[in-house]
């Protein structure tokens, strides 16, 4: 089974929001690979949440960032933000304030939310949301703090349009234990059948279910057609699918890099950000599984309908 088999996004506007500079490379870098090919028609930006000035290298961490995101497919740097913000410094012992974080995205993402009805459908500048999930990965408390902004933000945006579909689609990057962590490409295989045995089962639950809404094969195209309609109250748009393009948004992607594509990864990390390759990096690009597969899953606010 192909890459192409799998889920994936096509003509969405996507934010990658992380961190740290060399967030994007080391954890996220089969994500980013994946989404900027040409064919897709995605417009990939990251956000930066600081510029990782821990150990004072914070002007030299936002120019090696850029690097890493033209390496990894991004269209232009300034598809790049990395904020220096004191509100969000780089440490270890402190998870960032989540109302802040949500503010920043509301603003940046969602400016017309303020003076949008309730009636009317909240409008964003983006269609899906990458980031980690409440594990971070490694735990570390500003990892945890992009995904609680996140969640935040989706809540936000649909506080006073109970029933609206949301215009997000947010993903969260899926943290594992340490053994598979640190599993490489053997991680890689086990995601992979996974992920077929998700397909499978997908396909035949859907099938199951059409088969017991049509009432079995003696139901005619146009019957079948009227029972969709009639069941979805009159609206024939699917759970999660785009008001535009009609393209549904997945409950879960998995991007697998091959060996090109590692290679990329592994030079956006070792080129470009050189002043993070202390020996223990080594060690995590040769075994690390999140240089080569990253699985994602869609995280839905509250109060979501249509």
């Given at each position: 089974?192909?890459?192409t088999?799998?889920?994936?996004?096509?003509?969405?506007?996507?934010?990658?929001?992380?961190?740290?500079?060399d967030?994007?490379?080391?954890?996220?870098?089969?994500?980013?690979?994946?989404?900027?090919?040409?064919?897709?028609g995605?417009?990939?930006?990251?956000?930066?949440?600081?510029?990782g000035?821990?150990?004072g290298?914070?002007?030299?961490?936002?120019?090696?960032?850029?690097?890493?995101?033209?390496?990894?497919?991004v269209?232009?740097?300034?598809?790049?933000?990395?904020?220096?913000?004191?509100?969000?410094p780089?440490?270890?012992?402190?998870?960032?304030?989540?109302?802040?974080?949500?503010?920043?995205?509301l603003?940046?993402?969602?400016?017309?939310?303020?003076?949008?009805?309730?009636?009317?459908?909240?409008?964003?500048?983006i269609d899906?949301l990458?980031?980690?999930?409440?594990?971070?990965?490694?735990?570390?408390?500003?990892?945890?703090?992009?995904?609680a902004?996140?969640?935040?933000?989706?809540?936000?945006?649909?506080a006073?349009?109970a029933?609206?579909?949301?215009?997000?689609?947010?993903?969260?990057?899926?943290?594992?234990?340490?053994?598979?962590?640190?599993?490489?490409?053997?991680?890689?295989?086990?995601?992979?059948?996974?992920?077929?045995?998700?397909?499978?089962?997908?396909?035949?639950?859907?099938?199951?279910?059409?088969?017991?809404?049509?009432?079995?094969?003696g139901?005619?195209t146009g019957?079948?057609?009227?029972?969709?309609?009639g069941?979805?109250?009159?609206?024939s748009k699917?759970?999660?699918?785009?008001e535009?393009?009609?393209?549904?948004m997945?409950?879960?992607?998995?991007?697998?890099?091959?060996?090109?594509?590692?290679?990329?990864?592994l030079?956006?990390?070792?080129t470009?950000?050189?002043s993070q390759?202390?020996?223990?990096r080594w060690?995590?690009?040769?075994v690390?599984?999140?240089?080569i597969?990253?699985d994602?899953?869609r995280?839905?606010?509250?109060?979501?309908?249509?």
């Amino acid at each position: 089974m192909s890459r192409t088999s799998f889920p994936t996004l096509r003509m969405k506007r996507i934010l990658l929001l992380i961190a740290h500079p060399d967030d994007e490379a080391m954890f996220f870098a089969p994500t980013l690979l994946a989404l900027t090919r040409p064919e897709l028609g995605n417009h990939v930006k990251v956000l930066c949440l600081s510029s990782g000035d821990a150990e004072g290298l914070g002007e030299t961490r936002k120019r090696e960032i850029r690097e890493s995101v033209r390496l990894l497919g991004v269209r232009s740097e300034s598809d790049c933000l990395v904020l220096d913000d004191p509100k969000l410094p780089d440490n270890m012992q402190n998870p960032w304030p989540t109302p802040h974080i949500t503010s920043l995205l509301l603003s940046t993402f969602a400016p017309h939310l303020p003076t949008t009805a309730p009636t009317t459908a909240p409008t964003t500048t983006i269609d899906a949301l990458i980031t980690f999930d409440s594990h971070g990965v490694s735990s570390h408390p500003n990892h945890t703090s992009c995904s609680a902004g996140a969640r935040l933000f989706l809540e936000r945006l649909m506080a006073n349009h109970a029933g609206w579909k949301c215009p997000v689609a947010l993903y969260e990057l899926r943290s594992v234990n340490v053994l598979r962590k640190y599993s490489g490409c053997v991680d890689a295989v086990v995601s992979v059948l996974r992920a077929i045995f998700s397909v499978i089962t997908a396909r035949d639950r859907d099938k199951r279910g059409w088969e017991a809404l049509s009432g079995g094969s003696g139901a005619s195209t146009g019957e079948r057609g009227r029972r969709v309609v009639g069941a979805s109250g009159g609206r024939s748009k699917a759970d999660g699918e785009d008001e535009e393009d009609k393209t549904p948004m997945p409950s879960w992607l998995l991007f697998v890099s091959g060996v090109g594509d590692w290679y990329k990864a592994l030079k956006a990390m070792v080129t470009a950000h050189r002043s993070q390759m202390v020996w223990f990096r080594w060690g995590y690009i040769a075994v690390g599984r999140y240089m080569i597969v990253n699985d994602l899953t869609r995280v839905k606010p509250a109060g979501a309908g249509r």
